[in-house]
């Protein structure tokens, strides 16, 4: 008999959202009247730019002659695409060559799928409150995972212990759920702490785009030494409105190694193997992203999601709740006023004001008693939340 991978039954039911989407429909069939404010969504609300979707239309009459039309891509990215994102970062101040960018249809698939280039008995540590995704991903592997909590007192941004004893170190910065964004010095001291012990970063970089105060790095490769211990993971999804249509990136330092063995060539050898790349029409929307025009336009779309996070942290200021993201970040995190739970702050908020937010609970032990509002929604829904919540709290 085939024998199943075990370690799925060690993972938790996705607790967090599945609990969420019971308790708001129970709530709408006992009060059929009533309308939901959704402040809880990690999708974005905005449609696609302009310029990705003209990008897209052209694309697909492209498949529809014989002269233009396209087959299999390139299993690590169109070459085009590769030079275009490595362009982007040089314009940053940060040097790659086209082979050290990989595209991907996803950061959630990378995330999950670069596994592939470490062995299982490297213990990964994961700073919590988390996105949920790193724990199951690892949980699947049957890989060690060392939690590393964080709290308001290092403002969501610990230093990595000297004791901490991990070798795949995952880094989410602007972070999801807290909102909080690692500095230069505070990134250095991981780097360092990875280079002393041969250690791996994944740095997630999903949210870098929300990034307006330029002393913060928006990649890790800005920071010295990164070139030595780190992959970066990246993704259009939130910065372009990407998430239905698909498409990250990832780069790997073509020095990258450890054991003997380069990363780089490794994953090349992975993709090689296991994808036959991103769609044609895909990398042809994407590549309208790092255009002049492109970027004006998803610039845009990000100035509306911040006026939402505005709108909120004027509204938690007012009401004077202790809160960090917001500014660099499209998630405002807080703590639950009168030292509530998490999961009460959710029901009292639903029952009374028809808002809904996300547990803090859901994303690790260390985040009972705060809570996570996305400014993904709307603008309406948003002012609407934020002067019921002033009317409540107030
Ligand atoms: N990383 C973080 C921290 C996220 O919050 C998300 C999505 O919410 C992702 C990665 C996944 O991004 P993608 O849509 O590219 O799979």
């Given at each position: 008999m ?35 404010y959704?402040?809880?969504?990690g ?19 492209d ?5 233009t ?31 050290e ?15 592939d ?8 540590c994961i ?8 724990v ?17 007192d ?59 105060d ?5 990649s ?5 030494g990164?070139?030595?211990c780190?992959i ?28 003997g ?15 036959n790349?991103?769609?044609y029409?895909?990398?042809?929307g ?12 998803i ?17 938690l ?21 009168g ?5 009460a ?6 029952e ?7 547990p ?12 996570r ?8 829904d ?13």
């Amino acid at each position: 008999m085939i024998r199943p991978n075990l370690h799925y039954a060690e993972l938790r039911d996705s607790y967090l959202f599945f609990h969420i989407a019971q308790k708001t429909k129970a709530y709408l069939a006992n009060h059929p009247d009533k309308r939901l404010y959704r402040m809880g969504i990690g999708d974005v609300s905005l449609p696609l730019c302009g310029s990705v979707i003209q990008a897209l239309h052209a694309a697909v009459d492209d498949q529809a002659a014989k002269e233009t039309f396209r087959g299999y891509m390139p299993e690590c990215g169109a070459p085009e695409l590769r030079s275009t994102i490595a362009q982007f970062y040089g314009r940053r101040g940060v040097a790659l060559d086209d082979g050290e960018v990989f595209v991907s249809s996803g950061a959630s698939d990378e995330l999950g799928d670069i596994l592939d280039l470490f062995d299982r008995s490297s213990a990964a540590c994961i700073i919590e409150p988390a996105y949920p995704a790193y724990v199951d991903a690892n949980v699947m592997a049957g890989r060690k995972i060392v939690r590393l909590p964080s709290s308001q007192d290092n403002g969501f941004l610990p230093e990595p212990p000297d004791d901490l004893d991990a070798d795949l170190l995952y880094i989410c910065s602007p972070n999801n759920p807290t909102g909080a964004v690692y500095t230069r010095d505070g990134l250095k001291k991981w780097i360092d702490f990875a280079n002393r012990r041969g250690a791996v970063i994944l740095f997630d970089a999903a949210y870098e785009a929300f990034i307006e105060d330029d002393s913060l790095p928006r990649s890790v490769f800005e920071i010295d030494g990164a070139r030595e211990c780190a992959i970066e993971i990246c993704s259009l999804s939130k910065t372009a409105g990407f998430t239905g249509t698909r498409l990250g990136y990832t780069v790997i330092p073509r020095g990258l190694e450890r054991g003997g063995m380069n990363f780089n060539a490794m994953w090349v050898r992975n993709r090689t193997t296991k994808t036959n790349g991103v769609s044609y029409l895909i990398q042809r929307g994407a590549a309208a992203v790092f255009t002049e025009q492109g970027q004006k336009e998803i610039r845009e779309n990000i100035r509306v999601y911040k006026e939402n996070a505005r709108t909120l942290t004027d509204a938690l200021d007012k009401i004077g709740v202790w809160y960090c993201g917001g500014k660099n970040a499209p998630y405002v995190w807080l703590k639950c006023p009168g030292g509530m739970d998490s999961w009460a702050f959710f029901d009292y908020i639903l029952e009374e004001i028809q808002v809904v937010g996300t547990p803090g609970a859901g994303f690790g032990a260390c985040g009972e008693g705060f809570f996570r509002f996305s400014t993904f929604g709307s603008p309406e829904d948003t002012r609407e939340s934020a002067k019921r919540l002033i009317e409540l709290l107030g």
